[in-house]
């Protein structure tokens, strides 16, 4: 078993491209830990300077002690799995996996022995004199996978080792790995855009963004009480609703979440209420997840938003409503912390950059120019602008139709409170 540290670990790519910006982690002795994240966030980059395989720009990275930064990648005791396997097409199963036991010179009898036993283990024994390209996609994985156990490393790196495969193997892999780690006690890096991988997978899950680590913890600390508003959002099964608010304290009998034409009111009971009444007279970000908003008739008390049902969704186990509520839907904001090359801003704009896009945006939303304001703000490259709708999870039964009226109430602690930077409002969990 290793430990893994890396200490503000940062890469920069000829021509300025900063994929990785001062990352700070610690992978504990035993620990699975998934690197969570979009496409083109920096996880496999990280993962590829822990093996070896790309030279750290700056930072320190210590792998069970010993500084690592020049070791060469056999030096290291690491196992990689990719996500396209990267198996020896000339050998057989076999072959592929008695091969990391051929190079450290082996006894070749205990080879044979570990091959057998574990090809039994990954249930491929009966593939063991084939060849890989008569395997299918899901046996050419745990050939893989084999292939990286065999010779029992100190840290294994898997690089999203489950992609490419279809749903049903998906899960079937993904108990396999669960318990096959578990039961090695081996330290575990595991890459993976996939949430459901991560929620079910790890002991603890980092989550990067544009290069920069946005939180990490536990399965349960990260979904429910999530560091970030793109944390919040990336973690979301359903589209996250996040909506603009400003707060007000009417005479400091409570706080009031003014959305225009909705209010909630959070009494000054509530934990987060002093930390929230610190942006009296400016806009926040609420966060609220479909399953956080309950269908009720009219007239239930509670704090609630009502609207008109513009459609349904059915997802099979369970159908979705998207409420016209007149708030519009708020774009999920960039990390503050990204940096260029030169030490410059956020994400090359100066320290500000992400949040004077916000407040631009907050400034047209205030002047009624609420369409083209999402317009702007929406992530480049996503083709579209969210409309302004309450996503709310109806369960399996609607008691909605298209064009109804809908009322929801909220429940006020489920309700996520970030800066116009992202940030959490309420106190930190740690």
Wanted: aromatic content about 4%; overall charge neutral.
């Amino acid at each position: 078993m290793s430990t893994v540290v890396l200490d503000s670990v940062t890469k920069v790519y000829p021509g300025g491209h900063l994929a990785v910006d001062r990352m700070n982690l610690r992978a504990e002795e035993g620990e699975l830990l998934v690197l969570l994240g979009p496409s083109g966030c920096g996880k496999s980059t990280l993962l590829r300077m822990i093996a070896g395989l790309e030279e750290i720009t700056s930072g320190d990275l210590y792998l069970d002690g010993r500084h690592a930064n020049d070791l060469a990648p056999r030096d290291r005791d690491v196992a990689m799995v990719f996500q396209n396997g990267a198996l020896y097409p000339h050998r057989t199963v076999r072959g592929n996996l008695s091969f990391p036991l051929e190079i450290a010179k082996a006894d070749p009898n205990m080879a044979r022995e570990r091959v057998v036993e574990l090809s039994r283990a990954l249930h491929i024994d009966e593939t063991l004199d084939r060849r890989p390209g008569t395997l299918s996609g899901g046996q050419r994985q745990r050939v893989a996978m084999g292939r990286a156990i065999v010779r029992q490393p100190s840290l294994f790196l898997m690089d999203e080792p489950l992609s490419n495969l279809d749903a049903g193997m998906r899960t079937e892999l993904r108990m396999e790995i669960s318990s096959l780690v578990r039961s090695l006690g081996v330290t575990t890096i595991y890459v993976t855009h996939d949430q459901v991988e991560a929620l079910t997978l790890a002991d603890r899950i980092a989550i990067m963004n544009r290069g920069v680590l946005q939180d990490v913890g536990t399965p349960g600390q990260i979904y429910n009480d999530p560091a970030t508003a793109f944390v919040a959002a990336f973690l979301s099964s359903q589209q996250l609703n996040l909506l603009m608010a400003t707060v007000r304290t009417p005479q400091n009998q409570y706080v009031l979440l003014d959305f225009g034409l909705h209010q909630i009111v959070m009494p000054w009971n509530d934990p987060r209420a002093y930390a929230v009444s610190q942006h009296t007279g400016h806009q926040i970000i609420v966060g609220i997840r479909p399953d956080g908003l309950t269908p009720v008739p009219d007239g239930a008390e509670g704090p609630s938003f009502t609207g008109r049902v513009r459609t349904l969704e059915y997802h099979g186990h369970e159908w979705l409503a998207y409420l016209e509520v007149g708030i519009p839907a708020v774009p999920v904001p960039e990390p503050v912390q990204r940096r260029d090359v030169n030490g410059n801003g956020a994400n090359g704009h100066g320290a500000n950059g992400a949040a004077g896009r916000m407040r631009e945006m907050v400034r047209r939303l205030v002047s009624g120019g609420a369409e083209q304001a999402e317009e702007q703000t929406a992530p480049s490259g996503s083709g579209h602008h969210r409309r302004a709708d309450l996503v709310v999870r109806l369960g399996s039964r609607p008691a909605w139709r298209t064009g109804d009226h809908g009322r929801v109430v909220v429940d006020l602690s489920r309700l996520m409170l970030f800066t116009l930077e992202g940030g959490r409002i309420d106190p930190p969990r740690r």
